[in-house]
Structure formats: C-alpha cells, structure tokens
C-alpha cells in the first residue's frame, strides 16, 4: 500500500558543496513598486529563491502605521502582507522590512528593503532620516517609534496617531519615507502600548523644537567601475573612481534626544507603628515636598509642634517618625491627619489628606504554665536530637 505524503514533504537544504552565501534576488511583486491605484490588501514580493521572513513583529514597520497589525509571512519565495485595516483613500503606504528578509536556507539577508504603494492617483515619494541618541548617555537608542505629524498643533502629539511611522535600528538610526511637501513635527516615542501616540507618563519622548521642511537636492556620489577579470583571474581590480549625481532627501541629519519623563503615581501606600515610638509612612513615588501631620487625640494641642523627630531619605518617599513625648508612646493607638500631594485621575498632583489610626501591638507574655510546657517541648527536642547525633557518630 503506498500512502499519500507528498504533502507533508519539507523544505531540506542542499548537501554538499561550497556554502551560499548569495542574498536572495527580487524577481517582481503584485502591485509593482510605487504602484497607484492600488486597492487591495494584500502585497506579494516574489524572490529568486526561498525566503522567509525574521522577527517580522518587531522588525516591519508599516505607514500610516495600522489598528490591527498585518499579517507577514515568507512562503516559498514568496513574501506576503496581508493589510488587516481598510485602505484609507489618496494614501502613500509604506513597508519597511529593514533587514528582515533572509533566504532560507543560509539567512542571507536581502538587505535594507521598502516597499510602497498609493492608493490614490499619486505618491509621496520624500523621506527624512536622522538619529535618536539617549539624552543623558549619548549612546544610540535602538527599536524606538519615530513618528511625523502633518498637524502642528502642541496637543497633536498626546491626541492623534502619527501620520507616518519608522524605527531606530541598532545604530539609533531611521528613515521615515512617503512623506509629503509639507512641514512635519517629528518626535521619537518609546510606545509602550503600541497606540503611536504620547499617552502615558513615563514613555520616553524625544522631540525638535521647530517643524520640519523636507526638500530634495542633486549630490554626487562616489562609484566604482572594474576592470573585466582575464582570464584564469579571480581577483577584481579597480578601473576607476568616479562620481555619480544622485537624489538626495533632506534633511538627512536630524538628531533626537530622547529622555524619560521622571513620573510615578504618588500616594500613602502603606503606615506602621511596629515600635511604640516610630510611625513610618511609605508613599508611591519621591516628593518635592513633605506631608503635614496633626495629632487627633484628645490633647493634641500640647503636642501639635514638638511631638516627633523626622527621619527622612533622600526621595521623601518613606518617612521615620520618631515619638518624643512618653504619653503618646504609651498609647496603644495614635489618631493623626496627613495632609500631602496626592496624583488625582488627570495625572496632576492635588491636595489630600487622609485620616490614620496608628497601632501599637504589644507581644503578650506567656503564661506559667504556657512556659513550662515549652520549655518541656524544647527538653525533648534537645535530647532527641543528641540521640540522632550519637548514631551518626556510630554510623561514622
């Protein structure tokens, strides 16, 4: 009996030979590069070779940037997206695959690679590049969001989605492309959930302090031409050096300093009286100021400004009160007032106050009885213990 398995056959390398070490060739796609008109959702990108896709989520970045992320996949020699959002009309869309496409066999990668497409009648074809370093270490910052904004409004970046995305590679570098002849506002953002807007205190924000105005310009580059290998030859020789007019997209230099907003939500976490003469208060985050406290007992009036001694740490985030006057000691319970900023639901520091009941637990002392029986317990303990040592010795 033969069974049908053909199906199930794998993908197997090439055995023998020299390795390969040839990055796969882009034979066409569906649309064609910077294509127009284009309606569907779905691009493939055909290679000369199978390929597949590496660390696509973090690596493929698309403009305008999507709701619901698209589906990336090498198969054969094939790779494919699949928009999941809806076309939006007259846009330039955009997928930068950095270096995330490889063959399959050796992980040669392709090379720095975008694709575009509009689905309008025209396409926006400029581009803006620069770095983002860390403000306080001035070392690169790698996979942070870097986004532009058509709209120059101070509140567009903590209310709209960027209108065009891009990513730092390791080297803190980016590209943002199919922009159009206009001013943008860029901004670098550490977007921790994925909603391409300053949201949240506490994402790291890198920003310039002008619009940005995009041009292009003809600059020359250097090319090298060979001369034909002779025959038998396999080392190339240089013929000439010469240089090349080419399109060059500006600015190309831009440079963000990206930093953390220091923010945390400030609170009274937690207060104990673990000892008769200390209250220690510890709150959700470092203050500039510290809270006030008044005494509610019944004669606090004596006491309200010479009651305690302040032992404080340098983030006045927990706070050692120590207990001067021996009647409040003695007391089992101690009522107190602490006014202090407080973060309220706009993320703003307001004033508050919160009404305490410090309690002192004191151990109680066993009883007679309680201690003979323990001490009984304890006896026993100890001699079945001498008995386990003497039969290790034996055992020795």
Known sequence: ???GIAGCASIGTPQGGPKDETPPVLVKSKP????TQWKKKKIEIEFDEL???QSANEKVVISPPQKKPAIVSGIMNTVRVE??????????YTID???AIVDYNESNPY???SFAFSTGDSIDSLCVSGHVLDAATLSPKSGIIVGAHANLHDSAFQKEKFLRIAKTDDKGHFVLRGMKHVPYHIFALGD?????MFDQKGEGIAFLDSAVHLWTEICQRPDTLWQPLAKGDTTRKVDTIVMRDITCFKPDSLLLMYFNEDFGRQYLAKSERKEANKIVLYFGFKADTLPSLQLLVADSIEHQDDWYVLEDNPTHDTLTYWIKDSSLIKLDTIALRVDYLKTDSNDLLSPTCDTLQVVFKKEKAKSGKKNAQDNKRNNRRGRKNEK???QKNDTI
């Open 1 to 3: 009996m033969f069974l």
């Open 32 to 35: 064609v590069a910077n294509a």
């Open 51 to 53: 390929v597949s896709v």
């Open 83 to 92: 928009l999941q959002d809806s076309l939006l009309p007259n846009t330039t």
């Open 97 to 99: 695959f950095s270096d």
């Open 111 to 113: 090379g720095q690679y």
């Open 192 to 196: 921790q959930n994925r909603d391409y």
């Open 388 to 390: 386990d040592i003497e």
